[in-house]
């Protein structure tokens, strides 16, 4: 089957303006992560879904980052009022359920520059 | 905190030349050590979990290794297209998976 996807893979954007992310997970999983990997870095973890549960947003870095999951399946990414730091690829991973056993699989991700 | 170092930072071989990566960690509880490739301008594939000491698996020219401090990545007569990012992550109970920063690997020919 397919795998995670996410779009777009490429997205420029100018200080201050907001922008959105998309992720979609393979079929069937219920567990839903996003990670920022910016240069040089190890991936961040930034929010993670499970089911119905309320999300874990622990490592979003600030109030200008959120996310939504519609239907238990498609994800969406909003970085309001883009700054500089922002700047890096954003990953999205998605596993069969949360626990010891559990496998993250990754989409490609979206590279995320801004001026 | 939970920490994951992993070194070398870079490492370049020839092919044909078997080497291994190293990652340690201090977690307490570990629920799992995970192993992901990761290619330019691509997110990690998945390779290996393992979850307790002197636990082995094997995928090809690839061997990753456990103890309670570290985990060995040990590539076996390397071939160019072993040439990847390799990432090694953590986790625990109740808390997302924990990343070192790769160890960046060219193998030559």
């Known amino acids: 089957g397919a795998g995670v996807s996410q779009s777009p893979s490429n997205k420029v954007t100018e200080k201050g303006k907001d922008v959105e992310l998309r992720c979609d997970p393979i079929s069937g999983h219920t567990a839903l992560y996003w990670y920022r990997q910016s240069l040089g870095q190890g991936l961040e973890f930034l929010i993670y879904?499970?089911?119905?549960?309320?999300?874990?947003k622990s490592g979003l870095p600030s109030d200008r980052f959120s996310a939504e999951r519609t239907g238990g399946s498609v994800s969406t990414l909003t970085i309001q009022r883009t700054q500089q730091e922002d700047s890096a690829v954003y990953l999205c991973?998605?596993?069969?359920?949360?626990?010891?056993?559990?496998?993250?699989?990754f989409g490609p991700g979206t590279r995320l520059t801004v001026l | 905190e939970d920490q994951v170092t992993q070194s070398p930072e870079a490492l370049r071989l020839q092919e044909g030349e078997s080497s291994s990566l190293n990652c340690s960690y201090t977690v307490s509880g570990l629920r799992g050590l995970f192993w992901y490739r990761q290619d330019p301008g691509k997110g990690p594939e998945f390779l290996f979990t393992?979850?307790?000491a002197g636990e082995e698996k094997e995928k090809e020219r690839l061997k990753a290794t456990l103890t309670k401090k570290e985990s060995f990545l040990h590539i076996t007569a390397p071939k160019p297209e072993d040439s990847a990012t390799y990432l090694c992550?953590?986790?625990?109970?109740?808390?997302?998976?924990?990343f070192g920063k790769g160890t960046r690997l060219s193998v030559i020919a």
């Open positions: 991973a998605s596993s069969l359920r949360r626990g010891p056993t559990d496998t993250q699989y």
């Open positions: 992550a953590v986790r625990r109970p109740g808390t997302p998976l924990v």
């Open positions: 879904f499970q089911g119905n549960s309320a999300p874990d």
């Open positions: 393992l979850y307790s």
